[in-house]
């Protein structure tokens, strides 16, 4: 089918500003953001189209999906780059209709990468890993308050209120837990994706199933870098001359559902798994604070995760903390050769601290004399 129409939509709660080009003419139109405004937009494009929006959030996906089933070719592409893309044209304005017409532009100029639609199985693991990511939270919350309640102690009702409230929402997330635990086991792709998951130090079935759900729906074509950028963990630059240096930070300008999964997933990584943990050391070592070093395990986390999905390979995180674990290793090993025997003591009038720097600098006394002569 000879396509026709080009077409930019920018997709709000409730509405749809869409940029139309077809023959050599442009114009505009605006419709609901429901069932009723999806079929009046495709019978307003016309099947030989294609449409470029933005990926934002659940606004986005339902309209995705009726263009989709309509024929209609579509491409979500990333809000970062459509707002860097807009930049670069030079709008001064920012309204719906702007951003609309940027899309359009970007359809028409930039190469087209089509979107595909997820398998119902998918969709149905991330709306109830969201769910359950939302009952565990409304859960936080109302431990929270009646712990703030039971310090208080003025009201014993509203104590039982909330103690009743925390185990009805406990129910409600198992059920939510084992109905997507079922969902997954109905699709042979991602029971496996899932059997993978949980072989990972650091992931549980709970976990396993809340990352999934946001990982699942993803384009499997995506770069370990594009995965890094979408969950906001890449590395926030701001300088200017040589007066403006602010610290690096990640962006955050990504699936902040996602950061949170693979937060609780790095602080049991660095708890229970040796690499990690060493990982995470080494970098406190050199003087970095300990939310960048669980930042960097998060990254660590990822690009494992993500690399194991793709490739359908066991997780390892010997081969992820390889370079850690070699050097602890080696710093072993220097340690253990320098060490006194069963039968001998510490050199008398110096203590096991004092004979630290000895264990892990092993050579001679001269050596390191001539090293500080240098040195000064």
């Known amino acids: ?135 565990i939270q409304a859960r936080t919350d109302e431990k929270n308050r009646l712990h703030a309640r ?6 014993a009702s509203v104590v039982a209120d909330l103690t009743q409230h925390i185990a009805q929402i406990d129910k409600r997330v198992k059920q939510i837990e084992t109905t997507a635990v079922t969902v997954i086991g109905t699709d042979a792709d991602l029971l496996e994706q899932f059997d993978l998951v949980r072989k990972a130090r650091g992931f549980g079935r709970r976990s396993a199933v809340l990352l999934l759900a946001e990982l699942v729906v993803l384009d499997p074509t995506m770069t370990v870098r594009e995965m890094v950028a979408y969950a906001g963990l890449d590395p926030r630059v701001y300088e200017s001359g040589t007066s403006v240096q602010k610290v690096v930070r990640i962006s955050k300008i990504g699936n902040a559902r996602l950061r949170a999964i693979l937060f609780m997933n790095a602080l049991s990584a660095i708890r229970h798994d040796r690499g990690a943990r060493l990982f995470a050391a080494g970098l406190v070592a050199r003087g970095k604070k300990k939310m960048q070093a669980i930042v960097a395990v998060m990254r660590k986390l990822l690009h494992g995760i993500w690399t194991v999905l793709q490739r359908r390979v066991a997780f390892d995180s010997s081969v992820l903390f ?4 070699a050097k602890a290793e080696s710093s072993d090993s220097a340690v253990a050769a320098n060490q006194p025997g069963p039968g001998e003591d510490h050199p008398k009038g110096r203590s096991e601290a004092e004979e630290l720097p000895q264990q892990l600098d092993p050579r001679p006394a001269s050596a390191k004399r001539r090293k500080r002569a240098r040195a000064a």
Not at 48 to 70: D, F, N, P, S, W
Not at 150 to 155: D, F, G
Request: aromatic share 6%; with cysteine.
């Open 322 to 325: 390889a370079a850690s674990l």
């Open 150 to 155: 039971k310090v208080s102690k003025l009201s």
């Open 1 to 135: 089918m000879q396509l026709k129409t080009w077409a930019g939509v920018d997709v709000s709660a409730r509405s749809l500003a869409v940029r139309r080009w077809r023959d050599g003419n442009e114009d505009e139109g605006s419709f609901p953001n429901d069932t009723a405004g999806h079929r009046a937009l495709i019978k307003w494009l016309g099947r030989a189209a294609r449409v470029c929006l933005e990926a934002t959030g659940v606004y986005h996906l339902q309209l995705a999906l009726a263009l989709r089933k309509a024929g209609v070719e579509v491409m979500v592409v990333n809000p970062r780059v459509a707002k860097d893309y807009a930049k670069a044209l030079s709008n001064r304005s920012k309204n719906d209709r702007v951003d609309a017409a940027a899309l359009l532009s970007f359809a028409r100029r930039m190469e087209f990468i089509p979107w595909e639609a997820p398998s119902e199985a998918k969709l149905e693991l991330r709306e109830l890993g969201r769910r359950l990511s939302e009952l």
